[in-house]
């Protein structure tokens, strides 16, 4: 109903209501129904649209930054509506179907009420997500053998990256959407791109990515304080489109995010990720570090894009300063799933994200200035987070590309999950540095996913799934009051529904799904103390309130 028709409809309820007490007494009758109605009309004359996002205060005189999505490609009839609301353009996201406008807050609703928008979000702050990595992933074993992602292009979506010796020969295009230049100033996006492909040349080749050969296309979209913005990874996301053939973009690493506030279906950042995957590009996001979010043991704390079931969402493993994987624990720290709003089963596997040593800015950048003890000479540095354990994934990507040129990303993501290392404890424990407490991990299948990313397993697979165009989306988590439970439910497009190649055991492993795709049984995981965790979680979803949450540098465990 619009405000013209509320507003007609309330007159004639006024007049109703002054009518009746003013006929006195006798009238009440009247005076009760129009009283009752009045009840029911109020929350629909003040509740927000429900094509706003629920974080836009609506109710504000300040002017707001907003992505407006249209069902339509924007025209000037659509920039001249929004003007005529004091809506002034700020950007095009020409590929997005959507328009980011400078606009009154209280202008809002009217703008969402043009039947062509489909959605109104704030243009929200993203932060960033925080090889020489070791063989548990197999990368050292895998580049024995002669592949080195020779030929890939990686879109690197972060805070710019630099070109120090390991990465000069590397990067291959550079472009920045904030209104700083290319280069990297926060020393994130360097550190990442030289997990991809950092090639050891400061190092005589001891510290090296795992896709040396891959190229970069680095695309900036945080500035010197590893800060960004929506509207500015949609605008890089739609440039790695526009650029696949170029630069042979198949991969696409964002190891940034920030909190869920909708249905991955609303959200712009998903679309923009799915836009990138129906292309043909294989996405990695990190899964966030906010797995020591106490009031659900950090269960439903994966961020935005990490939501979106179609792409590849990785948690961070701790290598426990050995080269095997065998006595490897997860990261407290690591985000786990199911996703906040629509339930699905994150993240997708685990990598290495824990004290990762990569390719530093040679000191000129704020996170070495802030961190120096974490610095390795001059040319390498550490950082810990699920930012970490993205890019060793996405260097695998470019191993299988590489190897098998025709996969398509759906192809790339099913047989990630299915050879994934499987073989974890029951649970393990670190102590939180920050206040001492000592925190206890379950491996269940929203904290390791599919499992522990195997390189070499990944490369020996021949698996496809039933065609190239089948999608093995993130299965959803079903809560089952009755018996206080939760299970796998596959929909009909996915490929995890056939058990002779992609069942539920060969994909999550017997460890992580019991009996009859059981994920969540109430005495497996969460026991007595935190089942306060699990309503909210299954309840009504409201984990995180009114907090604007950004994924940061994971802090370090031993």
């Not at 492909?197 to 500035?223: C, E, F």
């Not at 294989?282 to 792409?311: H, K, L, Q, W």
């Not at 799933?337 to 950048?365: C, Y």
């Not at 799934?465 to 996915?494: E, F, H, K, Q, W």
Request: net charge neutral.
């Amino acid at each position: 109903m619009n405000r013209p028709a509320i507003s007609s409809l309330w007159f004639r309820i006024s007049s109703v209501l002054l009518s009746a007490v003013w006929d006195g007494p006798g009238n009440r009758r009247k005076l009760a129904l129009a009283l009752a109605i009045l009840a029911l009309l109020l929350p629909a004359a003040t509740a927000k649209s429900p094509k706003i996002g629920k974080d836009l205060d609506t109710k504000k005189d300040a002017e707001v930054d907003v992505i407006v999505q249209y069902r339509v490609e924007p025209t000037s009839t659509h920039h001249d509506k929004a003007a005529k609301k004091g809506g002034k353009r700020k950007a095009e996201l020409k590929g997005a179907k959507a328009e980011v406008y400078t606009i009154s807050a209280a202008a809002v609703e009217d703008l969402a009420n043009d039947p062509d928008v489909k959605f109104v979000t704030p243009d929200r702050v993203v932060g960033a997500n925080d090889i020489y990595v070791n063989d548990a992933t197999g990368a050292v074993t895998a580049q024995s053998y002669g592949w080195d992602g020779a030929g890939i292009g990686v879109a690197v979506i972060d805070s710019g990256v630099s070109k120090p010796p390991d990465l000069s020969s590397r990067v291959v295009y550079s472009q920045s959407f904030v209104s700083q230049g290319a280069d990297e100033k926060y020393g994130h996006g360097t550190h990442v791109a030289g997990l991809i492909a950092g090639t050891g040349k400061d190092s005589s080749k001891k510290y090296v990515g795992v896709a040396p050969g891959a190229n970069i296309i680095a695309l900036r979209v945080l500035d010197d304080n590893g800060v960004g913005t929506d509207s500015a990874v949609i605008a890089a996301i739609d440039r790695a489109i526009e650029l696949k053939t170029k630069y042979n973009i198949r991969v696409m690493n964002l190891s940034l995010g920030r909190a869920a506030r909708e249905s991955y279906t609303l959200d712009p950042l998903c679309q923009a990720v799915e836009r990138a995957w129906k292309a043909g590009i294989v996405v990695v996001a990190a899964a966030g570090n906010n797995g020591r979010y106490e009031p659900t043991n950090g269960y439903a704390t994966i961020g935005s894009p990490g939501i979106d079931p179609f792409i590849i969402t990785v948690g961070a493993m701790k290598s426990m300063s050995t080269l095997g994987r065998g006595d490897d624990k997860i990261a407290s720290y690591s985000s786990k799933g199911p996703t906040l709003i629509d339930h699905f089963i994150k993240p997708d596997l685990v990598a290495p994200g824990n004290q990762v040593l990569s390719v530093s800015t040679k000191g000129d950048s704020l996170l070495e200035k802030a961190f120096p003890a974490n610095k390795l000479g001059a040319a390498y540095f550490t950082l810990n987070g699920t930012s970490m354990a993205a890019p060793v994934v996405s260097g695998a990507v470019a191993l299988m590309l590489e190897k098998t040129p025709s996969l398509t990303p759906n192809q790339v993501k099913a047989r990630l999950m299915k050879t994934a290392y499987k073989q974890f404890p029951a649970s393990s424990s670190a102590v939180d540095p920050m206040t001492g407490k000592t925190l206890t991990s379950f491996y269940d299948i929203f904290t390791v996913g599919a499992g522990y990313l195997d390189i070499p397993a990944a490369l020996a697979n021949n698996d496809l799934v039933a065609t190239p165009l089948t999608t093995p989306l993130s299965p959803r988590a079903s809560y089952d009051a009755a018996s206080g439970t939760v299970s796998m439910v596959n929909g009909t497009s996915l490929v995890w529904g056939d058990s002779l190649v992609w069942g539920s055991s060969l994909v999550w492993g017997s460890s992580l799904v019991w009996g009859n795709s059981l994920v969540w049984g109430d005495s497996l995981v969460w026991g007595d103390s935190t089942m306060s965790g699990f309503s909210l979680v299954w309840g009504n979803s409201l984990v995180w309130g009114a907090t604007t949450t950004t994924f940061s540098i994971g802090e370090s465990e031993n």
